[in-house]
Every structure is written in structure tokens, then in C-alpha cells.
């Protein structure tokens, strides 16, 4: 991918500014916190998106949902990486998979996703999951 995409290049700005969730190799607490604030966001803006007819409404949404699903994308993409790399940390049952299209308000991946990052990237740490929770539940109250 080209640097102007903006998969690529927003994530690079955001690297300037703020910290990589699980950049280092190590699954801190606030790293737990910050997936989960990704992940809910995108869950809760598909449902919204999902429930409005207003077509200002509707556009308004779409664009929130695109810049957050790059967010949640580069998380997802460093959870893979790691996943991949860990000796204890099973794959999922059914591969994963999450649609960027601000048309698709369909969140059927969530709770899959959900149970797996939980179960086994986190592997039930208390306090991981914890922070995990708070942050799904989260993403527009803080």
C-alpha cells in the first residue's frame, strides 16, 4: 500500500502522536482498554447506523464509522501479528472477519470476537479483561 492511503497514512499520523496499542510485543491493561474502545465504537456506530433514516444522520455516521474502522483495523491488524506469533494462543473456530463498508451495519462478528480475544489472546487475565470490558462498554461515554 501507498503512504496517502488512507489505511496507511492515517495510521502513521496517529504513530506521531499517540502511542501503538500493542506495539512493543507486550498486551498491557491500557492496550486491553484502548481494543476494546475501538471494537465498541464500531459496534455501537453499526448499530446506530443500522436504526437511522435520516440521510444527514446516515453520512454523518458513515464517515465516523470509516475513520474508526481504520483505527480498529491497525489494532486488529497488531492482535494478528501477535496472535500469530504466540505458541499459546489458538486460532479462532471461524476466521474473523469485519467489513469496512459503512453501508454493511451488520455486527455478527462482534461476539465472536469478543469470546476470542478474551479466551485466548488475553487468556482470562482478570485484570486484562477487565479493561477489556470497560472499554467496550464504554467507547462514547469517555
Known amino acids: 500500500m501507498d ?5 496507511v497514512g492515517i495510521n502513521i499520523l ?3 502522536f499517540k502511542p501503538t496499542a500493542f506495539g512493543d510485543g507486550i498486551v498491557r491493561c491500557s492496550d486491553a482498554f484502548q481494543f476494546g474502545m475501538a471494537l465498541g465504537r464500531d459496534l455501537k456506530l453499526r448499530d446506530i447506523l443500522g436504526a437511522v433514516t435520516q440521510e444527514s444522520a446516515k453520512t454523518e455516521l458513515s464517515t465516523r464509522l470509516i475513520w474508526s474502522f481504520f483505527e480498529l483495523s491497525a489494532l486488529l491488524e497488531e492482535v494478528r501479528l501477535l ?3 504466540a505458541l499459546n494462543v489458538e486460532s479462532p473456530e471461524k476466521p474473523l472477519a469485519i467489513n469496512g463498508d459503512p453501508a454493511n451495519a451488520d455486527t455478527s462478528y462482534g461476539e465472536p470476537l469478543i469470546e476470542w480475544f478474551a ?13 477489556f470490558e470497560l472499554g467496550l462498554n464504554s467507547p462514547f461515554f469517555l
Do not use: G, T, V
Open 3 to 7: 503512504w496517502r492511503e488512507p489505511r
Open 119 to 131: 479466551k485466548e489472546f488475553l487468556q482470562q487475565s482478570p485484570a486484562h479483561c477487565l479493561f
Open 83 to 85: 496472535a500469530d506469533a
Open 14 to 16: 496517529n504513530s506521531f
